[in-house]
């Protein structure tokens, strides 16, 4: 089986990929509309891509690709990221000037990244940003990323848990084209939804999903196809299984409209 991610070997996406499937050949992709293509296209059997992140929020590009009904979220994977800062051999933190990593990932260390006076350069991906600060080899400049990219890039790690928040954790989903029956012990869901435009009616969606047992862990408004109209995306627990699923989901909710089944997986906090 081969499982496709977003960004080039070591980064974080590819730890998790390889946490979850250390047996199988993975396949880095240089944005999500590729990777996304890819498990279309049958190049993958599996996306492992990230969704959340604990400091930052929603990976948005990944939610909007979600939509289209053709792929299902089958399992999620929690990846703890500590930043390290690496540089090139002879490099200070007084000689830095630039700082290189994906845009999260310079997010996510946004308040360090200020206070030293360093400008952050957005790059595809963390690894990426790493093996092109060892290519330019220049003591002005710096990247964001994985620990242990520092080896086989011949780099030096000048500071770790370089993060404004010490819980930052990112969560990935692993995505397959199709539909996927419902294991025994899959107890959340993600689902996106639109609601009537009148007051009060998402508070009315979220208490009918709360009245059928539902724990809404998650929620996250994007535009939908209609300009100022709002989609929502919840992730919520319920009950394991098949039974479970339908506990909350049938008959079909009155006060929801349409409404997609993003994909049902086990939790992976309990």
């Not at 990932?105 to 092109?132: C, K, M, N, Y």
């Amino acid at each position: 089986m081969r499982i496709g991610f977003q960004g080039e070997p070591l980064s974080y996406s590819d730890q998790a990929a390889s946490e979850l499937f250390p047996d199988e050949d993975r396949a880095g992709y240089s944005s999500f509309v590729a990777a996304f293509e890819a498990l279309r296209d049958g190049e993958v059997e599996l996306l492992v891509v990230p969704i959340e992140n604990s400091t930052t929020g929603s990976i948005l590009p990944v939610l909007d690709r979600l939509l289209p009904g053709k792929v299902h979220i089958i399992g999620e994977h929690l990846v703890e990221v500590q930043h390290c800062l690496l540089a090139a051999p002879g490099t200070s933190l007084d000689t830095i000037r630039r700082v290189h990593s994906h845009p999260q990932a310079l997010s996510q260390a946004e308040a360090f990244i200020t206070h030293q006076g360093w400008d952050a350069i957005p790059e595809h991906d963390t690894a990426g940003a790493v093996r092109l600060v060892a290519e330019r080899n220049d003591p002005a400049e710096a990247a964001l990323g994985p620990e242990r990219a520092a080896e086989p890039f011949a780099l030096q790690v000048l500071a770790r848990q370089v993060v404004d928040r010490d819980h930052n954790t990112t969560r990935f989903v692993v995505v397959a084209a199709g539909e996927h029956p419902v294991s025994d012990d899959a107890d959340k869901t993600s689902i996106a939804f639109t609601t009537l435009h009148q007051p009060g009616a998402l508070a009315l969606a979220l208490t009918e999903l709360g009245l059928r047992g539902a724990n809404l862990t998650r929620i996250e408004s994007r535009p939908s196809d209609t300009a100022w109209q709002y989609r929502f995306f919840v992730d919520l627990t319920h009950p394991p299984g098949e039974q479970g699923r339908k506990s909350v989901f049938e008959p079909p909710l009155s006060t929801i409209g349409d409404m997609r089944l993003l994909g049902t997986y086990r939790a992976a906090l309990g």
